[in-house]
């Protein structure tokens, strides 16, 4: 049997399946190839029963580290030359994870932050001395834990975030209500997320994340009056570029 040419892409995913499965869609899209043998080869350990992330960092619920570990070590025994997680909120997670492995995560919202910094540099608008501003649509446990808010301040850029009401009530309810996206529902969830995203944008929002894997599955660039940037579109591409180092040029 041929060796691949390329590293083998590893997804920890589940965290939800749909999310899972638009990573996947999003790193074939991003692939350059001409023929089957041209893709990058790609194993994903789809989880559906990992403990939910926000529940365990905002109510302290169960875990999901051990789950995330042990699915981790299995992409890796697999031959997984990198990891990548479509769960935003799962990120909290990564430096444990890191620890019980020897193979990179590439971190979602780190490259998130540093892409949104690069193009705005490349906009050469101009900007408030504090930064650009930029609006952050997230679960409670992403905006709790600070991991855009950190990457945003690292790379000279200013964190725009919902109000707890507004959090709750737009944003939140989009993602886990009984209409919302991990449920099954895409209409309302639109127009939560449309509607939350227009409130940064009135505060000064130049670029809005979807920080939240489930969002950009219904919330679309058409809908936000700045550029909307799907992190996990960032992630996807990254990937390619590692897995293939430099192939496709």
């Known amino acids: 049997m041929n060796k691949s040419k390329f590293k083998t892409i590893g997804i920890l995913g589940g965290m939800g399946p749909e999310a899972t499965l638009s990573l996947f869609g999003l790193i074939i899209k991003a692939t350059p190839a001409t023929c089957d043998q041209e893709h990058i080869p790609v194993i994903i350990n789809s989880n559906p029963i990992i403990p939910d992330r926000t529940r365990h960092l905002v109510y302290d619920e169960e875990s999901p580290l051990p789950y995330l570990v042990e699915g981790a070590k299995m992409l890796e025994s697999c031959g997984a030359g990198m990891i990548l997680i479509p769960c935003n909120t799962a990120h909290f997670y990564v430096p444990r994870i890191e620890m019980e492995i020897s ?147």
């Open 103 to 249: 193979v990179p995560v590439l971190h979602m919202p780190q490259l998130a932050c540093a892409h949104i910094a690069a193009e705005a540099r490349v906009s050469g608008a101009t900007f408030p001395e504090q930064g650009v501003p930029v609006g952050i649509l997230a679960t409670t446990g992403t905006i709790r834990t600070g991991l855009y808010q950190g990457f945003l301040d690292k790379n000279g850029l200013c964190p725009v975030i919902p109000t707890e009401t507004e959090q709750e009530s737009l944003v939140m309810e989009a993602v886990y209500g009984k209409e919302g996206v991990k449920a099954g529902f895409h209409d309302k969830p639109a127009k939560l997320l449309s509607e939350a995203a227009a409130i940064l944008v009135s505060r000064g929002a130049r670029y809005i994340i979807a920080g939240c894997t489930e969002i950009p599955l219904v919330l679309s660039r058409e809908m936000v009056a700045v550029p909307l940037v799907n992190s996990m579109e960032v992630l996807a591409n990254k990937a390619v570029e590692v897995a293939s180092e430099g192939f496709y040029r």
